[in-house]
Structures are given as C-alpha cells and as structure tokens.
C-alpha cells in the first residue's frame, strides 16, 4: 500500500511540474493541424527535413533573403524581437495564417526558447513548405547587440 501511495505521489507531482510551462503547449497546434490536413494525407506524405540553425547563421541568411517569423505571442513580442523586420505569427494562429507563409524562401522560426519554433517548424513541413529553419535556442540564446 505503501509503494503504491508513493508511486501516486510521484506521479502527481511529475504531472504538476510538467503542466507549469510558460510556453503554449505544441498540442494545441497539432490538433488544427488535423482540421487542416485529412489524416489520410499526412500518412501518405513525406516531409523536408528540419534544419536547426544558429543565430549567426540566422542572420547571415535574413541577409541574403531568408524570411524571419516570431511565433511568441503578442505580448512577448512587445518586450522585444530578434530584428525590426521579423515578422510574428503566434503559434496559435498559424492553421488559420498559412498562406501569409511564402513558399519560395527560406523560413527562419524562432520563439523563446526553441519549443514552439520547433513545433511551428514541423507543422510547416507537414504543410508542404521545404524550406523552414529552426533558429536554436530561441530569443533565449541570441547574442547581446552591440
């Protein structure tokens, strides 16, 4: 009995630790993204590959084109973005603002920490776009401006 109160209180305090993220849950996305898709699709489909840049390759591309997208919230975004030319898409609202997503550039995601831009990334690439980055670490791990 008693291994089995203490495996419950374990349990509980996992589940507790786990739900106390800032960040919106990838989920949430996942279950538009079945509105958006049929399943049947989605099996059949074959996906790019998602590569993970840093910010300095980051910014070397948004040089040369690459699109930049934010997909923190409004009210992150007001404390601060990567660059003035970033262009934010919440994470939420990407199902509804797909087509605001151009096809023929390289697509450089980014949030807080990475979580969500990944997300984001993968719901792209299942979306038909082939060319989406994941910028690593989020606004988290970009360098300090000089």
């Known amino acids: 009995m008693n291994k089995f109160l203490a495996i419950s209180f374990c349990a509980m305090l996992l589940t507790t630790a786990c739900n106390s993220s800032e ?3 990838p989920q949430a996305v996942a279950k538009k993204v079945e509105a958006v898709q049929p399943a049947a699709a989605v099996v059949e489909q074959k996906v790019a590959p998602i590569t993970t840049v840093d910010w300095q390759k980051a910014f070397e591309m948004h040089k040369a084109g690459a699109v930049l997208i934010d997909v923190r919230t409004p009210a ?30 390289d697509l450089l995601i980014y949030c807080r920490s990475g979580k969500r831009s ?3 990334s993968k719901f792209l690439v299942e979306n038909g776009y082939t060319r989406v980055f994941n910028v690593e670490g989020g606004i988290l791990a970009l360098p300090p401006q000089n």
């Open 23 to 25: 960040e919106p849950k």
């Open 76 to 105: 992150e975004v007001a404390k601060g973005m990567a660059a003035p030319t970033a262009i934010n898409i919440p994470l939420q609202e990407m199902p509804q603002r797909l087509s605001e997503f151009p096809k023929d550039k």
């Open 118 to 120: 990944m997300a984001a």
